[in-house]
């Protein structure tokens, strides 16, 4: 392949350090990620728009002395709002929208951090599902089984970091959208405490609170410096995450003390859970126990079954606006315009009465003071990554004319994700199981609100102890 050969041996921060070093320019890392995508993207379907000259030019005018000068970036066709490229949502309707007509702060701030942006990933329609298969594009697959779904929203972005194309992608996560496609391709997903990243200026918030942007990748530093690169406060934000005491990448390698950590296999709406994600768990937490921390199972005391309902409420109506936001046409789409889930989803949001509005926002506030509740007495809690081993592509099938079966089948897959996007805490998948095809199984780790620094400390302790860098799938070898 074209470009620093080894390219596949480092993480971000590894990279970034080579060009520092002067040992490898940043134009030898974009040729081998841009030979990368175009050696792999054809089995994994991760990439849906290839904006190479635009990283060549960003090299060429001089990148920025940030932490990750020179390392290549892949921005999500959702969100990610990039001067002059257009934004499709993964959807018909509005793939004739006409380019940003400026960075989002996200953007600018990844630009600062000296990221190359070179293309786009594949996303599902709007963002409303934890699979990638829109009709637009095509199905993503996960790079460990061609077969099975590759996780949504940012399936895109975790085939392309999975099949090893570059080793980490710009991601976002309304209800587990960065969490589910990490656990589906071996891969670090943090959905960062609420706020923690801006969404200025395009938004104030997303689907009610429930939605951050940040990343999938390969390492739990790369994370936690692509954090530190992209947090903090926007012109004009409502609200904001509280501030770190440190930088998070101080935090990984840090000694995190002897946590009180509390493990749970019981899923909030009553799914089942798979003997894989059940066996990851158990002995992740006896590994938690051998690294000296205080570990018990212990379920917290939630109302479970009404977090996939004020899900459902928040969602739909939030998609009646964003039906209705297409910039030029002026108009929501017909039937037939859309998929049919988002179709029938923005038909339950009609439904919706502002009254109703109000009261899922109660319930998702009174869900997050019973967490912090039991965060008094835990430090960290784990839970599955996912309900079952990724499901068939076609599955979960946005074109399903049951708009209800479509989305028990969403929280059948990934029973653990969406209650964290409701209470706003900050969760974290880490790779650490493998089933017996040596697919990779994922735990997640979830700490109190504002407390990201606890999930970098701890993640990288289990990343040292049981390391998954060096497992790459056969579309990688």
Known sequence: MAGFADFEA????????????????????????????EARNGAVNAVIARLYDYGRRAIADGLPDGPFRGVPYLLKDLGGWLAGDRVTRGSRFFADSPPAAADSEHVRRLKRAGLVIFGRTN???????????????????????????SGGSSGGAAAAVGARMLPMAHASDGFGSIRAPAACCGLVGLKPTRARNTMTPYAGEGL?????????????RDTAALLDATAGLGAGDPYAAPAPARPFLA???????????????????GAPVAADYLAALQETAKLCADLGHQVEEADPTVDGDRIVPTFLTLASANTVVNLAGHPTKGRPPEPGEVEKVTYATGKLGEQVTGA???????????????????????????????????PPIGWIDMMMDDV??????????????????????????????????????????????????????????LEAARPWFARTPEVAR
């Open 10 to 37: 480092y993480d971000g921060l590894g990279l970034a350090e080579l060009v520092r070093n002067g040992k490898v320019p940043p134009e030898e890392l974009l040729d081998a990620a841009i030979d990368r995508v």
């Open 123 to 149: 996303s599902c329609e709007l963002g409303l599902s934890l699979t990638c298969e829109p009709q637009l594009y095509g199905p993503t697959r996960s790079p460990w089984d061609p077969a099975r779904i």
């Open 208 to 220: 009610g609170g429930l939605s951050a942007e940040h990343a999938v990748t390969l390492t739990v």
């Open 251 to 269: 935090e990984c390698g840090a000694d995190p003390g002897r946590l009180r950590i509390a493990f749970t296999t019981k899923s909030p709406n």
């Open 356 to 390: 109703d509005y109000v009261r899922a926002t109660q319930t998702a506030h009174r869900l997050g003071r019973q967490m912090a509740a039991f965060h008094a007495s835990w430090d960290v809690l784990l839970t599955p990554g996912l309900g079952t081993l990724p």
């Open 404 to 461: 209800h079966e479509y989305w028990r089948r969403v929280f059948a897959f990934s029973p653990f994700t969406v209650w964290f996007n409701i209470t706003g805490q900050p969760a974290m998948m880490l790779p650490l199981g493998r089933a017996a095809s040596g697919f990779p199984i994922a735990v997640q780790l979830v700490a109190p609100y504002g407390a990201d620094a606890t999930l970098f400390r701890l993640g990288t302790q």
